[in-house]
């Protein structure tokens, strides 16, 4: 199936604070009070699931499906954060996003995120069936 409105360079970006919530001491990814990885990628999915969202028709929707990504550096809390993300090809159903984490201060990381595109109905109905097998 052809998805004429999914294209290379399209882009979004999604922001938000750091809470206590977010830390890596709250988390369990460290003990630090900073910004977990976790949340940072959280971050980043989010931003391209709703970038593939707002283009892909109503029946299909994006899943994650690799992420590669180097966190460089630390976010204290109350800093704004934020993840950019650019589609930088489409392969089929598979989507890769090229990747950049901001907070105030300047970049936090860098990376690549790939998403693929499935029936909504599909996809659920195969996820439930696991339930049905034990």
């Given at each position: 199936?052809?998805?004429?409105?999914?294209?290379?360079?399209?882009?979004?970006?999604?922001?938000?604070?750091?809470?206590?919530?977010?830390?890596?001491?709250?988390?369990?990814?460290?003990?630090?009070?900073?910004?977990?990885?976790?949340?940072?990628?959280?971050?980043?999915?989010?931003?391209?699931?709703?970038?593939?969202?707002?283009?892909?028709?109503?029946?299909?929707?994006?899943?994650?499906?690799?992420?590669?990504?180097?966190?460089?550096?630390?976010?204290?809390?109350?800093?704004?954060?934020?993840?950019?993300?650019?589609i930088?090809?489409?392969?089929?159903?598979?989507?890769?996003?090229?990747?950049?984490t901001?907070?105030?201060?300047?970049?936090?990381?860098?990376?690549?995120?790939?998403?693929?595109?499935?029936?909504?109905?599909?996809?659920?109905?195969?996820?439930?069936?696991?339930?049905?097998?034990?």
């Open positions: 199936m052809q998805f004429e409105n999914l294209k290379a360079g399209l882009k979004n970006s999604v922001a938000q604070v750091v809470t206590e919530k977010d830390t890596a001491v709250a988390v369990g990814s460290g003990s630090l009070q900073v910004l977990a990885t976790p949340k940072l990628i959280a971050l980043v999915e989010k931003a391209a699931a709703d970038l593939a969202e707002k283009v892909l028709p109503p029946e299909f929707t994006s899943v994650g499906t690799l992420i590669n990504f180097e966190h460089t550096a630390p976010t204290p809390v109350n800093l704004k954060y934020w993840a950019e993300v650019e930088s090809e489409i392969d089929g159903r598979k989507i890769i996003f090229e990747v950049a901001f907070d105030e201060r300047g970049e936090i990381g860098r990376g690549r995120h790939e998403r693929f595109i499935v029936n909504r109905e599909k996809f659920q109905a195969k996820a439930n069936s696991k339930i049905k097998m034990y």
